[in-house]
């Protein structure tokens, strides 16, 4: 069974400064990985995905690496805004028997960036 | 990628009663998936739904308290029936894009049960 974690659970920071967003998984044959952000009462909005024959992504101040060998992803948020404050979600993709994929959650980590 | 319509947005119900969830695509999907949110928590899956046969459900999750229909491809509902006030949380229903698009959510139904 995947298991999912994500470092730190919460996490403020001063506006400007650049931060590092964890997340590790126990099964490494995974589909893909993506992350989301979630604003509080609402529904997840799609940040970065990563296939598994990749090892990173990038859009705009936001950069996602991928090292399946250690189980591992990193969301890198550079010069960080109030806005930026929310929850992020890692999510495992993997594959099943069915032919469909099997997403898993993270714990997720709450950023605030305080102005 | 999709666009999904999930409907309602929120609710406030009475203990007892059930409350159905639609979750619209606007293009045709295979699997459909719901998602379960508990206060404080991270998403759960429930059950994944694929057209013209019965839903799968995950571990903790059964049929007869979580009914699904999926009439066609492009149209989900999730039940939460005979609803305590441990099934409030937010439900969302999500499909998988197409390669290199990941998974897209409706905006979610945040159930309050009282």
Known sequence: KQEVTQIPAALSVP?????VLNCSFTDSAIYNLQWFRQDPGKGLTSLLLIQSSQREQ??????????????????????????????????????TSGGYQKVTFGTGTKLQVIP | ????????????????????????????????FWYRQQPGQSLTLIATANQGSEATYES??????????????????????????EDSSIYLCSVEGSWGYGYTFGSGTRLTVV
Not at chain 2, 3 to 26: A, E, F, M, Y
Request: with cysteine; proline share 5%; hydrophobic share 35%.
């Open chain 1, 58 to 95: 990038t859009s705009g101040r936001l950069n996602a690496s991928l090292d399946k060998s250690s189980g591992r992803s990193t969301l890198y948020i550079a010069a960080s805004q109030p806005g930026d404050s929310a929850t992020y979600l890692c999510a495992v993709a993997l594959g």
């Open chain 1, 15 to 19: 506006e400007g400064e650049n931060l």
């Open chain 2, 60 to 85: 903790g999750f059964v049929i007869d308290k979580f009914p699904i229909s999926r009439p066609n491809l492009t149209f989900s509902t999730l039940t939460v029936s005979n609803m305590s006030p």
């Open chain 2, 1 to 32: 990628s999709a666009v999904i319509s999930q409907k309602p947005s929120r609710d406030i119900c009475q203990r007892g009663t059930s409350l159905t969830i639609q979750c619209q695509v606007d293009s045709q999907v295979t699997m459909m």
